[in-house]
């Protein structure tokens, strides 16, 4: 691991690209099918894009940060950075696979590293129903949205919506409702890795819903399912002492 080879990639602010340029002057940059490890420059928006544009790749992804919170990225230090690669902790993730079929029957697939959502599309609630392993679990959910999340997205819009954070290496799904109406007090639940979560919008032509995977939208949804691919491995290197499960569980103390 020595002469690792880096592929060097960031996103287009001027900070990243300025950070991305130094990077490729002392450690040198490689193709992202000849190179060791893909270093992305950015924030956590870029993590994701790098992540999904390569998540069939099979290479390990750093991340240095040059966005706002950076919950997935390395500090942005020039210093000894092939030594912090070889050093780095693992932390191994899986996405969603999203199937959503849309008011005209059209079927979209995608793959949401965080969470697949549900969102409404007009000033009304929406009204969903919610399935899982095929069992209806909640017969009419009214609310703003709801989601399932992955434990890599638990402190992302997960959290934001009060659901709970998930251990990296917890073999669950958080599914979260977002702003519930109806039942009021219904916060949510755990469930199963490999649980089949199937989403039916309730009267969609008054009540139009978006489903969302990641930043990806298909609108006026009508039917969704979502389950965990573990076929796709994604591997994140984070600096010794700042492993993914230590940040999420200091989240979870709030610091």
């Not at 549900?118 to 909640?138: C, D, E, P, Y």
């Not at 009060?162 to 669950?172: F, N, V």
């Not at 755990?190 to 032509?205: K, Q, S, T, Y």
Request: include cysteine; aromatic fraction near 6%; hydrophobic fraction near 45%.
């Amino acid at each position: 691991m020595a002469d690792q080879r880096l592929c060097i990639l960031s996103s287009a602010k001027p900070q990243a690209v300025e950070t991305a340029q130094k990077l490729r002057a002392r450690f040198g940059d490689h193709g992202p099918a000849d190179c060791d490890v893909i270093v992305a420059v950015g924030g956590d928006g870029f993590m994701l894009e790098t992540l999904r544009a390569y998540m069939k790749a099979g290479k390990p992804v750093y991340g240095v940060n040059c966005g706002t919170v950076g919950f997935l990225m390395n500090a942005a230090d020039l210093d000894d950075l092939p030594l912090r690669i070889r050093e780095a902790e693992k932390a191994v993730i899986h996405p969603l696979s999203m199937k959503a079929v849309d008011e005209a029957g059209e079927t979209h697939f995608a793959l949401a590293i965080n969470e697949v959502s549900l969102f409404r599309q007009t000033r009304q609630s929406a009204r969903v129903r919610i399935l899982v392993n095929g069992k209806v679990r909640m017969e009419s959910l009214i609310c703003d949205g709801v989601l399932l999340s992955t434990p890599a997205g638990s402190t992302a819009y997960n959290l934001s919506a009060h659901g709970p954070i998930l251990p990296i290496s917890a073999e669950l799904l958080a599914l979260t409702p977002i702003s519930a109406f109806r039942p009021r007090r219904w916060k949510g639940a755990l469930l199963p890795h490999d649980a089949v979560v199937r989403f039916e919008a309730l009267e969609p032509d008054q009540r139009p819903v978006s489903a969302v995977a990641d930043n990806q939208e298909v609108r006026n949804a009508v039917a969704v399912e979502a389950r965990e691919n573990r076929d796709i491995s994604m591997t994140l290197l984070f600096d010794r002492g700042q492993s993914l499960d230590e940040r999420i569980l200091r989240e979870q103390f709030d610091y």
